[in-house]
């Protein structure tokens, strides 16, 4: 049973540090085109959180229901179909005010990181058999 538990929690670790890679993918571009990010969360946080805090305009958080991660960026129409905010004039800082080309890099921002930490990984992999091949062929 130990042995489980401790699978489980190695898990959920890599895929918790693979969801925040993604999700910073969309972030970081996000925060280079001053566009106002309102959450990043690991997790999803339907009805409360396991943890919160507001930092600037964004609030981090990490929510109880281990699906994923979201980034909510204002002026993005998302699973919470905010129609209050879409009736009002867009705010420069808001996605839908941002040109299409800097719409896209956010977009495609976690798919980029997934596909960029796929191959890292795939080239540190092969690297390191590469170097353990060698090892033994130079110990023999």
Same mark, same amino acid.
């Given at each position: 049973? $130990? ?17 925040? %890679? ?15 990010? $309102? ?27 281990? %699906? ?10 998302? $699973? ?61």
């Amino acid at each position: 049973m $130990e042995t489980f538990l401790i699978k489980a929690a190695q898990l959920l670790l890599s895929l918790s540090i693979l969801v925040v %890679l993604h999700e910073l993918g969309h972030f970081i571009p996000a925060k280079i085109f001053k566009t106002r990010v $309102e959450k990043f969360y690991l997790f999803f946080d339907v009805k409360f959180s396991l943890f919160k805090k507001k930092i600037g305009e964004t609030v981090y958080g990490i929510g109880w229901l281990p %699906l994923g991660g979201y980034v909510k960026i204002a002026g993005m129409i998302d $699973e919470s179909m905010d129609t209050e905010q879409m009736k009002q004039p867009p705010q420069p800082w808001e996605f839908r005010s941002k040109p299409a080309w800097q719409r896209l890099i956010i977009m495609v921002g976690g798919v980029t990181v997934n596909i960029s930490d796929g191959l890292v990984r795939m080239m540190s992999t092969s690297s390191l058999t590469s170097m353990i091949a060698v090892l033994r062929c130079t110990a023999s």
